[in-house]
């Protein structure tokens, strides 16, 4: 029998796989990173093509490297950067433009017609979403407006829609499956996460034919297999889950109150509230977080989560807009290499704020400059800057939820840096938790699709492979936590609202 996982891990500023043995430990893991484009300020973009090359290059290179062929994988796992959008050819494949990324503001001056309207209350009623530029919809509509013959083709049925996971999808069966899973789905703006469907209302708004749409599916399932050319044989497609609901469930948050933080290039906090779809009256967002398929479909998990445009990414400007490391690893070090921040705060408000501002024309500020601050007060700022976001988002899934977390469960590139996962728990007031695996995304992908196809029996079977790295206990006083976040919150105010809208 098939011993292994293949977990396709596509993300935002690279694509990565890794393959995991029966007991969830990682065998082999292979990376690359692939051009972000910025076509104009506010504007982000991928080519399709080569998110598609890199994530097929890596998944060979990952099996190679564990020595394992096709044969010996039970079943691939998907999971993917959330809400970036892609429109392509069903007769041949091929993208009708670039991928639309997460990050890209392009499409606010629509989300401000839809509050003025005040439509936004009904998309936040129906899909738990907040009328913001990050999400998939309003996407879709600018591609149909702004590309030739978009709308036109879409209407005859020649063009197919997809977040990246769908994308990989169609890639990797050869144009067979059309599909998406509820975690992916609830993220478009387009999405009832109550009925699980999408929203005809919505639709007819924005003006975009359901014909273009992915079936909705649950995120552990066998969908079908991978093109013989691929790998040399078929494998199963049995799992899809965004990479922050993958990220929650490969931290093993299987229980109502049960709460995760990824720090990648975003930084992103899911809370577990169960089978209620809880609604936030502080900015968060309430989202599906997975749905199981024990031969029919389980009721769906909700979170609470609050997102963050910017944390890994404010490193990657100070390596490479400002050129002040070399590598992204250097930063600890040169953030230690002063004893605090010299009193320098970063608001990295890059593309706007996320959670729980929502403020699309806010822009990255720096405060508290003198004389006598360096890079690495600089680079402390950066790494605090992370710490104290994630603060705002979880000071208001407190107040949403009703309840006061107990621990952090950490994860993402960013959780291996020591010095930021101290101030993390020190700014918090509660221990933050790095598993073992810290690459949680490709594990809660792999873990779905192996409860697909019998390589675990339930989430109780998974929760037993969790297993604690290094724990952070908080060290600060009171004083100076409240201090510290006090001036933060002065910063963020100070960086909002800096740019004007357009129409």
């Keep these: 029998m098939p011993r292994y996982i293949l977990s396709l891990d596509q993300g935002t500023t690279s694509s990565r796989a890794m393959v995991f043995d029966e007991s ?125 013959g978009a709308r036109a083709r879409a209407e005859r049925g020649e063009l197919a829609f997809g977040t990246v996971d769908t994308f990989l999808l169609w890639r990797l069966s050869g144009g067979q499956l059309h599909v998406t899973d509820v975690s992916n789905a609830s993220r478009t703006l387009l999405f009832n996460i109550h009925t699980l469907s999408w929203d005809e209302e919505i639709l007819q708004h924005l003006h975009i034919p359901e014909a273009l749409l992915p079936e909705v599916r649950p995120s552990s399932q066998v969908y079908g297999q991978t093109a013989r050319e691929h ?88 390596r490479d807009g400002l050129g002040l490391i070399r590598e992204s690893a250097q930063v600890e070090h040169l953030a230690a290499s002063v004893p605090d921040n010299g009193g320098v705060y970063l608001v990295p408000a890059f593309v706007g704020l996320g959670a729980p501002h929502w403020d699309a024309y806010a822009r990255g500020t720096i405060l508290g400059l003198t004389r006598g601050s360096s890079a690495a007060h600089l680079a402390r700022a950066t790494l605090e800057s992370i710490a104290y976001q994630t603060r705002d988002v979880l000071e208001a899934m407190q107040q949403d939820a009703g309840i006061e977390l107990q621990a952090l469960r950490a994860d993402g590139g960013a959780a291996r840096n020591d010095l930021l996962m101290q101030f993390q728990a020190d700014i918090l007031g509660v221990p933050v938790q790095r598993p073992v695996v810290s690459e949680t995304t490709a594990l809660g992908a792999a873990y779905l699709a192996g409860l697909a196809v019998g390589t675990w029996r339930s989430p109780a079977d998974l929760s037993r492979l969790w297993a604690l790295d290094r724990e952070y206990v908080p060290t600060m006083s009171v004083d100076q936590r409240d201090t510290m976040y006090a001036t933060w919150k002065r910063a963020t105010e100070r960086a909002r609202s800096w740019v004007e809208p357009r129409s």
């Design 231 to 318: 790998f040399g044989a078929p494998i199963p497609l049995a799992a899809d889950a965004g990479d922050q609901q993958a990220a929650t469930f490969g931290q093993a948050c299987f229980s109502p109150g049960m709460a995760k933080n990824t720090y990648g290039t975003g930084c992103f906090m899911l809370l577990n509230t169960g089978s209620q779809a809880v609604t936030s009256s502080h900015g968060l967002l309430t989202t599906v977080g997975w749905q199981l398929a024990d031969g029919t479909p389980q009721p769906a998990t909700y979170c609470l989560e609050g997102s963050v445009f910017i944390a890994g990414a404010a490193v990657q400007w100070l």
């Design 24 to 148: 969830g430990k990682p065998v082999s893991a292979a990376q690359r990173e692939f051009p972000q484009l910025y076509p104009q300020p506010g504007w982000v973009e991928h080519d399709p093509e080569a998110i598609w090359s890199t994530q097929l290059e890596t998944a060979r290179q990952a099996l190679a490297q564990a020595g394992v062929a096709a044969s010996g994988i039970a079943a691939v796992g998907i999971t993917n950067q959330r809400e970036t959008t892609i429109v392509w050819d069903r007769s041949t494949g091929q993208p009708l433009y670039n991928a639309i990324v997460w990050q890209c503001r392009r499409t606010a001056p629509l989300c401000d017609s839809l509050k003025a309207e005040g439509f936004d209350r009904t998309i936040l009623a129906k899909t738990g979403l907040v009328t913001d530029a990050y999400f998939s919809g309003t996407k879709l509509a600018w591609i149909l407006e702004n590309v030739p």
